[in-house]
């Protein structure tokens, strides 16, 4: 007697469960830069510039002088992340094995699926904090998109460069990085958190390029080449950030001159995961503010096409 199978599915390894998860980008650049905290909507910011005009000595008073006093608000948007599973959907599945005996009100892979969430919403957040758009309801507007309409505004400084170009050489990655360094107010240039941020396939460019030249007085080795360095000749420390992957921006400023601003730190991180018994199903919950600015827009030079 032979079996007949060919009705069935096949069966590959489904007795394992293990799941695995698509590799998602980290959130890098929150860590660099400066973090403000308990904005619910908006907060104020105030500018005060003086100067200090000297005269001549003698008698008498004579008034001379300017105060000036700015400001800008700094914006938060308040968004939710809501998502509802259905524990007993899996019963037709494999997964099924993992579920206990009876009426399931949890999921058996509960941990994995927060982790992963976690890095979801940082990588979603990532990718925000640089883009070049528009605020809309559940995004701000972006550094480079705010820094584009200060420009308009202000006046302030951006540099056209060919970063896509395919023969790219160290010379040229030298020239474009001093470039942006000159056009700097003389009065940060020595500020020792001095960082041009640039996405990761940038970054490896101008790796690659300093190798190539064997420039190897400079430690591209730590890390496998993807570690942060200081470029020749300047204390400007260049810093991959996945939010600019996408982007042909190479963003040069003080990274304490960037703020991250929200109401609570590390907000987005706490999430809630239950069983509603009204709704029979498993509620995914996660609330938190976020937005992004700079202190001083004339502090900030973009590399651009």
Not at 139 to 159: C, E
Not at 211 to 231: K, R, S, W
Not at 236 to 261: D, F, H, Q, R
Request: glycine content about 6%.
């Amino acid at each position: 007697m032979a079996l007949s199978l060919g009705s069935l599915t096949q069966w590959v390894n489904d007795n394992s469960q293990e799941l695995l998860a698509q590799s998602v980008l980290a959130g890098e650049t929150i860590d660099l830069i400066s973090i403000k905290t308990g904005v619910k909507y908006k907060e104020r910011l105030k500018y005060l510039a003086t100067d200090a005009v000297f005269q001549a000595g003698g008698c008498g008073f004579s008034t001379s002088g300017t105060i000036t006093l700015t400001q800008k608000d700094l914006t938060v948007i308040d968004v939710k992340i809501n998502e509802s599973i259905c524990p007993e959907d899996l019963n037709e599945y494999s997964l099924s094995i993992s579920l206990k005996p009876g009426f399931n009100k949890d999921l058996p892979f509960a941990q994995f699926y927060m982790a992963d969430k976690i890095k979801q919403i940082n990588k979603t957040i990532e990718t925000n904090i640089w883009a070049n758009a528009a605020a809309s309801s559940t995004v701000p507007s972006g550094l480079i998109y705010k820094f584009l309409a200060d420009v308009i505004i202000t006046g302030n400084t951006t540099v056209s460069q060919n970063l896509t170009g395919t023969t790219l050489v160290a010379s040229d990655w030298l020239g474009y990085v001093y470039a942006l360094q000159n056009k700097l107010p003389e009065a940060i240039q020595s500020a020792t958190d001095l960082t041009l941020f640039v996405g990761h396939p940038i970054f490896r460019k101008i790796v690659q390029a300093l190798v190539i030249a064997n420039l190897y007085h400079i430690d591209l080795t730590a890390n496998d080449g993807m570690q942060a360095f200081y470029f020749p000749g300047t204390n400007i420390k260049v810093v991959p950030v996945n939010g600019l992957n996408t982007l042909n921006n190479m963003v040069l400023t003080p990274a304490s001159n960037l703020i991250y601003v929200t109401d609570l730190t590390h907000e987005e991180e706490k999430i809630e995961m239950f069983w509603a018994q009204e709704a029979q199903l498993v509620y995914f919950i996660s609330r938190f503010k976020y937005g992004i600015d700079y202190y001083f827009s004339e502090y900030v030079v973009l590399s651009k096409l």
